[in-house]
């Protein structure tokens, strides 16, 4: 199984920051990698699909990069309806895998 | 916009078998991938497995063997069997939907607890 290693898991915010978030793969990938929002008791919303393309009605604030093995997830100016666990997912092969999630915390 | 609802027992005795039921609603069910995910308390999630309307499936290998799914497209309904559990079964368990790559819809998820 491809390994998703993301980082931090955790990060304590302040509206307005500007957050990194990184996910690294065990193997080569390409490009084949989403990054999921996930709120407690709701349903993950897929935010950036194919690493850098934005979904429909998602904020321009969230944006993605990287290739091969590297991928980052920002958000410039967080916003208080940010604050939620976020995590990718590489598509690449089967089984599919996810990173362990980055949970967001109000400072 | 398609919705998902899990629905099943939360509550499964060791050895015993898990059944899950996803029902789809406000779309189609046809032509797509329909997924099975789980997260266990404190861990990422887990693709446990995919079935197409066609039946094809494809299971994660790590429970592949106690896994069995199923779809009927008439009551626009998946379903999910996974025998002999084991506590580390007990997760929360979402039901997706495939669509061009991604996971575009999600259930709100049904905590299943494995538990004598």
Redesign the interface.
């Known amino acids: 199984d491809i390994l998703?290693t993301?980082s931090p898991s955790s990060l304590s915010v302040s509206v307005g920051d500007r957050v990194i978030i990184t996910c690294q793969a065990s193997q080569d990938i390409s490009n084949?990698l989403?990054w999921?929002q996930h709120k407690p008791?709701?349903?993950?919303?897929?935010l950036i699909?194919?690493v850098s393309n934005l979904?429909a009605g998602v904020p321009s604030r969230f944006s993605g990069s990287g290739s091969g093995t590297h991928f980052t997830l920002t958000i410039t100016s967080l916003q208080p309806e940010d604050i939620a666990t976020y995590?990718c997912?590489q598509?690449d092969t089967?089984?599919?895998?996810?990173?362990?999630?980055t949970r967001l915390e109000i400072k | 916009q398609v919705q998902?609802q899990e629905s099943g027992p939360g509550l499964v005795k060791p050895s015993e078998t898990l059944s899950l039921t996803c029902t789809v609603s406000g779309g189609s069910i046809s032509s797509f991938y329909w997924n099975w995910i789980r997260q266990s308390a404190g861990?990422?999630?887990?693709?446990i497995g995919r079935i197409h309307t066609t039946g094809n499936t494809?299971y994660?290998?790590?429970v592949e063997s106690r896994l069995t799914m199923s779809i009927d497209t008439s009551k626009k309904q998946i379903s999910l069997k996974m025998i002999s559990v084991t506590a580390a079964d007990t997760a929360v368990y979402?039901c997706?939907r495939l669509h061009?790559?991604?996971?575009?819809?999600?259930?709100?998820?049904t905590l299943v607890t494995v538990s004598a």
């Open positions: 998703m993301q084949y989403n999921y008791g709701k349903a993950p919303k897929v699909y194919d979904e995590f997912e598509y089967l089984p599919f895998t996810f990173g362990q999630g | 998902l861990k990422g999630m887990e693709w494809n994660n290998p790590s979402y997706a061009a790559y991604r996971f575009d819809s999600w259930g709100h998820g």
